[in-house]
């Protein structure tokens, strides 16, 4: 089984950055593309970028210009890197990789808190 350790959540002022991390483990030849989710306070899941294994990367229009998806395939580690961050950004960020195994198409990591205080 893939599993996904996210971390570099935290407490950040408006205008401010953070970076987070998401290390894999287990079969991550079976990973097809990866994702970052995020949960507002009241609100439903919703991904803010992506990256396939052998692709280019895709954002929603709120994030665009201020986030960075990235990965390391020596590290078995993805990144999204956030900058210039505003209000609407706080929420629980969870890893997110889309697998070829049919019995777990989809993995998700345990999530990491970002706050962006005004």
């Known amino acids: 089984q893939v599993q996904l350790v996210e971390s570099g959540g935290g407490l950040v002022q408006a205008g401010g950055s953070l970076s987070l991390s998401c290390v894999a483990s287990?079969?991550?030849?079976?990973?097809?593309?990866w994702y970052w989710y995020r949960q507002a306070p009241g609100k439903q899941r919703e991904a803010v970028a992506g990256?396939?294994?052998?692709?280019?990367?895709n954002y929603i229009n709120s994030v665009k210009g201020r986030f960075t998806i990235s990965r390391s395939d020596t590290k078995n580690t993805i990144y999204l890197q956030l900058n210039n961050l505003n209000l609407e950004d706080t929420g629980v960020y969870y890893c997110?990789?889309?697998?070829?195994?049919?019995?777990?198409?989809?993995?998700w990591g345990q999530g990491t808190l970002v706050t962006v205080s005004s």
């Open positions: 997110n990789a889309r697998t070829m195994d049919s019995f777990e198409p989809e993995v």
């Open positions: 990256i396939a294994s052998h692709g280019g990367a």
């Open positions: 287990g079969p991550i030849m079976n990973i097809l593309a």
